[in-house]
């Protein structure tokens, strides 16, 4: 979705608006539910990358609006799974090594046929991020 066109920049226009993220929230709770999904996956590849309209604050927003979906999720009182999609090469995703360890549960899957591996991460339905 940031690949170059129209969309390139609505990722970080998402992540960095708490009003876009609540807008946002209640769209996809409302489709969840209504269609009968049991989770949904973020596959935002390569935030911050400048040659697919990233800024440099998508890192920081990326995990604030990670951590307010799942928190979002938990209030439906349903057991909602959230996973997300990182490319795992140094110079795209680095920064984000350890900002979601309090928030998700990470797991890679291999992945051939390119120099770019995938790296998925889930989180679980009742984690909110706190540390206490």
Do not use: C
Request: charged share 20%; proline share 5%.
């Amino acid at each position: 979705m940031n690949d170059p066109g129209p969309y390139r920049t609505t990722f970080s226009d998402l992540a960095a608006s708490t009003t876009a993220q609540d807008a946002f929230f209640e769209s996809l709770i409302t489709f969840m539910m209504r269609h009968n999904f049991d989770g949904v996956d973020i596959d935002w590849e390569y935030p911050a990358a400048d040659d697919r309209g990233g800024i440099a604050a998508d890192y920081d927003n990326f995990v604030t609006l990670v951590r307010r979906l799942r928190e979002r999720l938990n209030q439906t009182g349903r057991s909602y799974g959230l996973s997300i999609t990182l490319v795992s090469t140094s110079n795209r995703t680095a920064p984000l090594d350890t900002k979601f360890q309090n928030i998700l549960t990470p797991f890679s899957l291999p992945h051939t046929g390119t120099s770019e591996a995938s790296t998925s991460t889930t989180s679980s339905p009742t984690s909110t991020g706190s540390t206490s």
